[in-house]
């Protein structure tokens, strides 16, 4: 079976171990963990803002980081795309695999566009639309509706990374690393897939196969 490595916000975790093993492979998971490059591939999760320090020259409207998980997702992710294995960042997964490659964030979206993104005790639904053969485009075709929860969302893009979905106003949902197998995406598929499917949005499960898939291949 194939063992995916999951770096998981402190006390949560279980709708992405769910998700993965859904998709049949094993979830390796842990807070802060060191990287194992036994597994096949990486998923880095959601969870708090990234700490603006390690892409800005100033705060504008960053909620507080844990600094900890920074460092540790910032050495997975490094380790991992040296080793060439697949990588899937999940809505701040996306973000800090966006850092890791030297770009930067939006630290708080415009609040014309906020009620779109977030919503008080549940996640916001809305749709996105993906760049023709992308991934996304694959899987889902050109629009379609996905789930959302965050504040914050990628700005310029880091080296090598290429996007692949938008939402209201050009705000970036997905995102590609030109020719390697990695992945971002800054909705939230585990809340959308197996026991969490919903009928508000897409079926998050085929991203998780994809993934798992894109993964046996590498081994």
């Known amino acids: 079976m ?51 320090t390690l892409f800005a020259d100033r705060d504008q409207g960053s909620e507080p980081p844990d600094r900890d998980r920074d460092q540790a997702e910032l050495a997975l992710c490094r380790a991992f795309l040296q080793a060439g294995r697949p990588i899937l960042g999940i809505c701040r997964g996306m973000q800090l695999l966006n850092v890791a490659l030297g770009g930067d964030l939006i630290q708080d ?72 197998p990695v992945l971002g995406v800054q909705f939230h598929p585990e809340r959308m897939a197996f026991a969490r499917r919903r009928a508000d949005t897409v079926d998050g499960a085929p991203i998780f196969n994809y993934f798992v898939n894109l993964c046996g291949e590498s081994i």
Request: charged share 20%; aromatic share 8%; hydrophobic share 35%.
């Open 2 to 52: 194939i063992s995916l490595q999951l770096s998981l916000p402190q006390g949560h975790g279980k709708n992405y171990i769910a998700a993965v093993e859904g998709a049949g492979a094993l979830p390796r998971g842990g807070y802060c963990p060191a990287p194992d490059l036994s597994c096949a591939g990486l998923i880095l999760c959601g969870g708090e803002d990234l700490d603006w």
């Open 109 to 180: 979206l415009p609040p014309q566009v906020r009620p779109f993104h977030t919503r008080k005790g549940g996640d916001q639904v809305h749709p996105i639309r993906c760049e023709e053969g992308s991934f996304l485009h694959r899987l889902y075709g050109p629009l379609f509706p996905v789930n959302s929860s965050h504040h914050q969302a990628v700005g310029r893009l880091g080296e090598g990374l290429r996007a692949a979905a938008w939402s209201e106003g050009g705000f970036l949902e997905a995102v590609e690393l030109a020719g390697r």
